[in-house]
C-alpha cells in the first residue's frame, strides 16, 4: 500500500464530496439544487474586500508574522473584550488558515497517541479526522432530539476514563443549530474542573442566532473555566469569508506557542492580504451580520415549517447557524424499484437521483436518522427543493 497508515485511517470531507458531486451534476445539465453547501450565499461585505485590495495595492504581500499580524491579533483581543467579555493578551491568541486549521494546529499541539477526546453527536464532520490526524482516540457520545442534541452532564461524566484529555463543544452547531444556554454551559464546566479535562469551544456560529438570544461561551463561565477552554473563531461564516481562509484561536499560551510551532513548520502566516481584510471585518460596521441574520431566519422558518409538514419527519427549530436537522427515519424500510432504502445515505442518494436534491446524510455527522439541510440558498430554490423532495418521497412504497 502506497498511502500512509494515517492518511488511511481517514476519509475526505463527506460534506465536500456531497457539493463536488453536485456540482458535477450541474455540468452536466442536470439541474440540481443544492442543500449540502456549508458556506453563506452572500458576498464578502464591501469595505472587507476593499480593504484587501489597498492592502495588495499598497504592497502587503510578503511573509507576516507566523502567528498573525499585531494589528489582526489586537482586533480578536478587542472582539473579545467587546462581545465576549473576555480577556487575552497577545501571545493567547493566535491566527491560522481558517477555523478548521485551527483545529487542526489545536490537536496536533495538545494530543499524545493514547489520549482520548470526547466528541458529541451528531458532531462537525472534521473533529473526528482531526483527533485521529494527531494519534488520539476520538470518544464520540451519542445525544438525543429530545434534549435538542445537547450533551448531559451525565453522559459526559461517563464518557471520562483517566485518559481523556479534550472535550470538543460547538454553539451553535454544525449540523443541529442547537445552541447551549449559560446554565448548561455551567453544569458542564463543573465536570470539566471536576475531572481537570480541556475543552475547546468552536464558536464559528456565534453572530448566527435567532430570536435575540444570548450567545454565551463556556470561557465566560469563570476564570478557572476558561483557564481550560481554547476558543475557537473565525471570519468565514460571520462574514461570509469562507475563501479567504482566516481563523483564530484563544487560550493557554504554551500550547497557542505549540500551535506557532507547527504553523512555521507547514503553512507559515495565514495569507498577508486577508488578515489586513479580517482587521477591517472585526473593527469595521457590523451591520451585514444582521441583514443576512433576517435572510437566514426567515429561510428558517419556512423550512422548518415545510420539513415538519413532510409525513414521518419531524425536525427542532434550529436556534442558530444555517443548518436544520430533521429525522427521516421514517422512510428506511421503503422501497424503490426493488432496493430498500436502509439508511441516511441511501435516502440520500435516493433524493439526488430521484428529486436532483443534494442533501448532507447524518451519518456523516454520528446520527444515521438524520438529514443535514443547509438554507444557505434563496427562498425560491428552497421551496422548489422542498417540492421535489415531497414528489419524490411520495413514490415511495
Ligand atoms: C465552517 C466551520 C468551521 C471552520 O470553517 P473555516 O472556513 O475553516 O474557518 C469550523 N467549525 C464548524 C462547526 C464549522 O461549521
Same mark, same amino acid.
Given at each position: 500500500m502506497l498511502v500512509s497508515q494515517r492518511i488511511r485511517a481517514i476519509k475526505p470531507s463527506p460534506t465536500l464530496a456531497i457539493n463536488a458531486k453536485a456540482v458535477s451534476m450541474r455540468q452536466a445539465g442536470v439541474d440540481v439544487i443544492s442543500f449540502g453547501v456549508g458556506e453563506p450565499d452572500f458576498d464578502t461585505p464591501k469595505h472587507i474586500r476593499d480593504e484587501a485590495v489597498r492592502a495588495m495595492e499598497e504592497g502587503f504581500t510578503r511573509y507576516t508574522a507566523v502567528s498573525g499580524i499585531p494589528e489582526l491579533k489586537d482586533a480578536i483581543i478587542e472582539k473579545f473584550r467587546r462581545d465576549n467579555n473576555l480577556s487575552y493578551e497577545r501571545d493567547e491568541v493566535m491566527v491560522s488558515c481558517g477555523g478548521k486549521h485551527v483545529l487542526y494546529n489545536l490537536a496536533q499541539a495538545l494530543l499524545n497517541p493514547g489520549d482520548e477526546v470526547v466528541i458529541p453527536a451528531p458532531? $462537525?464532520?472534521s473533529y473526528p479526522p482531526v483527533v485521529t490526524l494527531a494519534g488520539a482516540d476520538p470518544v464520540i457520545v451519542g445525544t438525543v432530539e429530545a434534549d435538542d442534541f445537547k450533551l448531559s452532564t451525565e453522559s459526559l461524566e461517563t464518557a471520562i476514563t483517566p485518559r481523556t484529555k479534550l472535550l470538543i463543544l460547538n454553539s451553535p452547531s454544525n449540523p443541529t443549530g442547537s445552541v447551549y444556554t449559560e446554565s448548561e454551559l455551567e453544569a458542564l464546566a463543573e465536570v470539566i474542573l471536576k475531572y481537570d479535562i480541556w475543552v475547546v469551544s468552536d464558536e464559528m456560529y456565534e453572530k448566527l442566532i435567532f430570536d435575540d438570544r444570548p450567545f454565551c461561551s463556556i470561557a465566560q463561565v469563570s476564570e478557572e473555566v476558561k483557564s481550560k477552554t481554547f476558543v475557537v473563531n473565525g471570519l468565514s461564516k460571520t462574514y461570509a469569508m469562507?475563501? $479567504?481562509r482566516i481563523g483564530y484561536a484563544a487560550g493557554a499560551r504554551e500550547i497557542i506557542a505549540g500551535m506557532t510551532k507547527i504553523q512555521s513548520q507547514s503553512t507559515s502566516n495565514p495569507n498577508s492580504i486577508a488578515q489586513k481584510a479580517a482587521v477591517a471585518a472585526l473593527n469595521g460596521p457590523q451591520d451585514s451580520i444582521q441583514a443576512m441574520l433576517r435572510a437566514f431566519d426567515q429561510r428558517r422558518i419556512y423550512l422548518l415549517q415545510r420539513l415538519n409538514a413532510i409525513t414521518g419527519v419531524r425536525c427542532n427549530l434550529p436556534g442558530g447557524a444555517f443548518y436544520a436537522f430533521p429525522n427521516f427515519s421514517y422512510y428506511f424500510n421503503a422501497k424503490t424499484e426493488g432496493t430498500t432504502i436502509k439508511n441516511s445515505t441511501d435516502l440520500c442518494e435516493y433524493l439526488l437521483t430521484e428529486a436532483r436534491v443534494a442533501l448532507v446524510p447524518g451519518i456523516a455527522f454520528g446520527d444515521d436518522n438524520f438529514v443535514r439541510f443547509s438554507y444557505a440558498t434563496d427562498l425560491e430554490t428552497i421551496k422548489e427543493g422542498l417540492d421535489r423532495i415531497e414528489g419524490a418521497l411520495g413514490k415511495l412504497v
Open positions: 458532531y $462537525w464532520v469562507t475563501g $479567504w
